[in-house]
């Protein structure tokens, strides 16, 4: 029944999405002061220029997360559109990416890498074109730029320069010219910051932020109950949904495996740097949702058996739910 809705590409099906997303967010809006924080001591000079616009207000900060979760979701559909991960038009992404979203939101609340997460999909658009071959070089001078900003809000953005050259090297758009181009764009945005801060006589204070930022021990965490059963259905559909994709794999276009190739990177690149810099958090599932709610949405679509489909879209949405509902704020 819902699967069967929300399969659909119909303009109601866009705003029920929506709707649904923003009602799934309503618990941590009015429980706001409840929510965890960043977690830094020092935060990156865009986003302390954004606690200064904010008022270091915690309910704008946490409406403002969720305006830009919404904005991630619709995004997802766009690149869909754009490059067909999914050999159909389909709103799934964007509901996954809401749906796992609200759940996680409710553990890590406001935090800077739902922003990075924000630059680093422009960061992806980029690469994904970049397999046209009549392409402009300031296209990567952009990426740089865009890393570099993104940065300025999260600091760790920094570490996807890796993910950048692997998926600039899947769609056949790698060399050592565009690298440099790269990392010129990078440098120019880290040698303005670094001027202003000279110039005010802080450099230091720069310094010791990139060290929060990069060095820093990882936060220890304990997940809710609810959370770890949700987390160990989301990985069993995963893993399902995996294997199903890599069995149909050979039948897809070149260029689809080029894209879906990228998207495994960015997933298990994700998984990489949590597992082995210190400086990433539990909000690195913001980066994760990314890869997983496109490979989701390709299982149910080309799953056959109606009523499976049915029961795991069910499951999802009652598990969120109920997480929702029993998670402690």
């Keep these: ?41 020092n935060e990156m000079p865009l986003f302390l220029l954004l606690k200064d616009v904010f008022n270091s207000n915690s309910l704008v900060f946490t409406i403002f997360a969720v305006l ?18 999914i050999e159909q038009r389909t709103y799934l992404p964007a509901f996954f990416y809401l749906l796992l979203s609200s759940a996680a939101f409710l553990k890590t ?21 970049a397999q046209n071959k009549k392409i402009k070089l300031s296209v990567f001078y952009d990426i740089g730029l865009l890393l570099a900003t993104g940065s300025l809000f999260y600091g760790n953005l920094l570490y996807f320069l890796i993910f950048v050259f692997v998926g600039l090297f899947i769609v056949d758009s790698l060399n050592f010219r565009k690298s ?14 670094g001027f202003y801060y000279f110039f005010l006589d802080s450099f ?11 060095f820093v021990k990882k936060v220890s965490f304990n997940l809710h109950y609810s959370i770890t059963v949700l987390s160990f259905y989301l990985l069993f559909v995963l893993f399902i949904a995996c294997i199903n994709l890599i069995l149909r794999f050979n039948q897809k276009k070149i260029i689809a495996r080029k894209y879906i190739k990228v998207i495994t990177a960015l997933l ?60 402690p704020i």
Excluded: Q
């Excluded at 830009?68 to 991960?85: C, D, E, G, P, S």
């Design 1 to 41: 029944m819902f699967y069967r809705f929300f399969k659909k590409y119909i303009p109601l099906v866009l705003i029920t999405t929506l709707v649904f997303g923003i009602i799934l967010f309503i618990k941590p809006i009015i429980c706001f002061d409840g929510l965890a924080t960043n977690g830094f001591n």
């Design 68 to 85: 830009l979760i919404l904005i991630l979701a619709n995004y997802l559909v766009r690149l869909n559109l754009k490059y067909f991960f």
């Design 109 to 129: 609340g406001f935090h800077t890498a739902i922003i990075g997460v924000l630059f680093l999909l422009f960061i992806s658009d980029k690469i994904l074109n």
């Design 180 to 193: 440099v181009i790269i990392i010129i764009g990078i440098l120019t945005i880290y040698f303005m910051v």
């Design 204 to 214: 230091n204070d720069f310094l010791i932020i990139l060290n929060e930022y990069f």
């Design 268 to 327: 298990a690149y994700s998984i990489l740097c949590y597992l082995v810099v210190p400086g990433f958090t539990l909000a690195i599932i913001y980066f994760l949702l990314i890869p997983v709610s496109f490979i989701l949405s390709d299982f149910f679509i080309h799953l056959r058996s109606d009523w499976i489909k049915e029961i795991f879209f069910t499951l999802f949405i009652a598990l969120v739910v109920f997480v929702i509902i029993i998670y």
